[in-house]
């Protein structure tokens, strides 16, 4: 087919370099896909639709939702969920008919406002500048 050695040796070198762009690039994901950094999220683990009192409406794998001063909440997640908060990717939105703009902010890091507690989210929610109680619903996929 190739009528040279060059030539030969000119594909071969090409093809052996290709794979080697082609293991660093997969070796690249390989290493920025890292499982610290990876949310544990195979299914919905908890979900909740909480009151503006912070009493729950419905849920499914909370263990207890306290409303802490205006506009703050505190969620425990139920044990047998094993849900690790820092690690955990959780989706809220405010419960509303329309009316000013609210807010909602959530922190998977301990907070003083619930104790400092590795195992609970707090759940800010407020109206512009102020922070305002508003029933909201929760999903920790």
Do not use: H
């Amino acid at each position: 087919m190739f009528k040279t050695i060059k030539a030969r040796r000119g594909i071969v070198g090409t093809a052996a370099a290709l794979s080697l762009l082609g293991a660093g690039a997969v070796a690249g994901v390989a290493i920025a896909d890292d499982a610290a950094v990876k949310a544990k999220a195979p299914y919905a683990m908890a979900s909740a639709q909480i009151n503006a009192d912070g009493t729950r409406a419905q849920s499914k794998g909370i263990k207890s939702s306290t409303r802490i001063d205006t506009g703050i909440y505190c969620v425990k997640f139920d044990d047998a969920t094993k849900i690790d908060v820092s690690r955990s990717t959780p989706v809220a939105t405010i419960v509303t008919t329309g009316g000013p703009q609210y807010a909602i902010n959530l922190r998977t890091s301990p907070s003083p406002e619930c104790g400092n507690a590795a195992d609970t989210l707090t759940v800010y929610t407020g109206e512009r500048n102020l922070m305002v109680d508003t029933p909201f619903m929760l999903l920790v996929p």
